[in-house]
């Protein structure tokens, strides 16, 4: 297993994606979008091109959920993988695009996860020990790529073990009381 991890962006590229969270996940309108909308469902403020008609009036449209969700590079890593077909060009494809997506923002979620993590700690150990989970997820998500039979659930619980193990480590607990002592 390489320690060195291959990390693909976790920055979110809105630009060249086909507006796949703003298809696949659904929304509560109590929860800041403007109405309630259905998962696989095209939001009606995506445009043609994949661009948000309301992109510059999402606060006062009632979209702040828009504003903050991020897929951590998620959907322009899945646009690419399917390239020419598109849920809206090949509907026949659209249900895999989907299943495709929804893993792989999980596995995205999850390195962005280990990437705080990884910035945070400074114990050798403990790097290489995020940094051989980061390679796990990029594999997965290499995974999920060719087959999507991935067990992202199974992949989550793994992180989140990890993640609380390092929570109580004395240099995290201190560096927290600090910051809550600050606040
Ligand atoms: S309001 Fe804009 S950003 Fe939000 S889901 Fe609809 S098209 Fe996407």
């Known amino acids: 297993m390489q320690d060195t991890p291959l990390v693909h962006s ?4 809105c ?11 659904p929304f509560d309108a109590g929860q800041g979008f403007g109405f309630d909308k259905e ?20 606060e006062a449209q009632g979209f702040r959920g828009c504003i903050h969700y991020s897929c951590h590079g998620a959907g ?21 695009i989907y299943a495709v997506f929804t893993r792989m923002q999980k596995l995205h979620e999850l390195q962005q996860l280990l ?7 400074s114990n ?3 790097q290489k020990r995020l940094q051989r989970e980061q390679s796990r997820l990029e594999q997965l998500c290499q995974q999920v790529e060719v087959q999507n039979a991935v067990d992202v659930v199974a992949a989550a619980a793994t992180i989140h073990t990890l ?4 929570a109580t480590e004395p240099a995290i607990v201190a560096l927290r009381s600090t910051q809550t002592t600050r606040g």
Do not use: Y
């Not at 993640?163 to 390092?166: A, M, S, T, Y």
């Open 39 to 58: 998962a696989h469902m095209p939001c009606s403020h995506l445009q043609h091109d994949f661009g948000c008609g309301i992109h510059k009036d999402l």
């Open 163 to 166: 993640l609380r193990q390092l």
């Open 10 to 13: 976790l920055q979110h590229d």
């Open 124 to 126: 050798e150990l403990w």
């Open 115 to 121: 990437q705080v993590a990884l910035a945070t700690v």
């Open 15 to 25: 630009a060249a994606c086909s507006g796949l969270c703003c298809v696949v996940l």
């Open 76 to 96: 322009q890593r899945v646009t690419r993988l399917f390239g020419e077909s598109s849920w809206r060009s090949n509907p026949a494809r659209a249900a895999e």
